[in-house]
């Protein structure tokens, strides 16, 4: 799960009431122009959601690395540095908040100093975080997915599609194999030793955070994508409201099973420990994976291929 599920985030008041009233909030925050961006973790690839002060600049957004002043760059500027492709939530004019895929770009020159006066005319704070730091506080630009008119980049998004969908897949193949390791009395040949080899759930564990991670980030990054494909192609719309839905669906039925595997790798093992019912829930989820993916690339892609 990302980040900002987890009760221990600082920042998941903010978030939760940045979604609940479309994009405004109270506090220290009130009255001021907020983004929720969504970054693949640079070293995990664990999704993380952040609240950013940003501002509207024609098509595009700009937000702020400023943290505070503090020495650094916060880490969600590392991690879109790393990689560009972000999420990002906004209030809209149809009274709630929906995502958008984007694309970030440091300003530079010029161009980042005549934006960072600006920002600083229009929150004055903005200067004494600059002034309490030897860095140059980055500005970035977010872009957001546009395919008005571009039949080439939806067709470039549709493959992109395909191959994110083989390689959750194969991640899937991957566990499968395990399963018939076990099941036959052999050695797993990804087992680091033999303590390894005993932990079938262990492993599988593991392994199963790691593909709840990839599928989580692949959804949040689709339903960014869902919001430019409603603008440009109107009849997916009642295929991508199904879509939206059942990523919900896939993540609980992740989650359910990583919490089966946490409790057959605990020390109170149940037969639902045993190597036969844990392939027979996994076999269950990734039946249901198999399906949303089938039914997202007979709906979508046709339209994105043209």
């Known amino acids: 799960m990302s980040e900002t599920a987890t009760h221990t985030d600082p ?12 994009g405004r909030v109270g506090g220290m925050f009130e009255g001021v122009t907020l983004v929720l961006i969504t970054t693949a973790g640079r070293h995990t690839g664990k999704p993380w959601t952040t609240p950013v002060v940003a501002a509207r600049d024609g098509d ?9 002043g503090r020495p650094h760059n916060p880490h969600w500027y590392l991690n879109l540095v790393a990689t560009p492709q972000v999420t990002m939530e906004i209030g809209t004019d149809e009274g709630r908040v929906k995502p958008f895929a984007a694309r970030a770009v440091p300003l530079t020159g010029d161009e980042r100093d005549t934006q960072w006066d600006l920002q600083c005319a229009r929150n004055p704070a903005f200067r004494d975080y600059a002034a309490a730091t030897t860095r140059t506080i980055p500005v970035i630009a977010l872009h957001p997915l546009d395919l008005t008119g571009d039949p080439a980049r939806a067709r470039l998004i ?23 390791h076990a099941l036959a009395g052999e050695p797993d040949p990804g087992a680091l030793d033999t303590a390894d080899a005993d932990d079938l759930a262990g492993r599988l564990r593991r392994h199963c955070l790691t593909l709840c991670r990839h599928l989580q980030l692949h959804h949040i990054r ?3 994508a869902f919001s430019a494909f409603e603008r440009e192609y109107p009849e997916l719309v009642p295929a991508i409201r199904r879509l939206r839905a059942e990523h919900a669906v896939v993540e609980k039925a992740l989650a359910a099973f990583a919490a089966l595997l946490e409790r057959a790798a605990g020390p109170d093992r149940g037969p639902d420990a045993e190597p036969a019912h844990l392939r027979a829930e996994f ?10 993916f089938a039914y997202e690339e007979a709906h979508l892609l046709p339209a994105l291929r043209g």
């Open 158 to 180: 549709a493959e992109q599609l395909i191959r994110h969908h083989e390689d959750l897949r194969a991640e899937i193949d991957q566990v499968r194999t395990r399963f018939e």
């Open 60 to 68: 595009r957004w700009l937000v702020f690395a400023s943290n505070a």
């Open 11 to 22: 920042n998941a008041p903010i978030i939760a009431e940045f979604r609940a009233h479309n």
């Open 222 to 224: 689709e339903d960014g």
């Open 283 to 292: 076999e269950a989820v990734s039946a249901g994976l198999e399906e949303h």
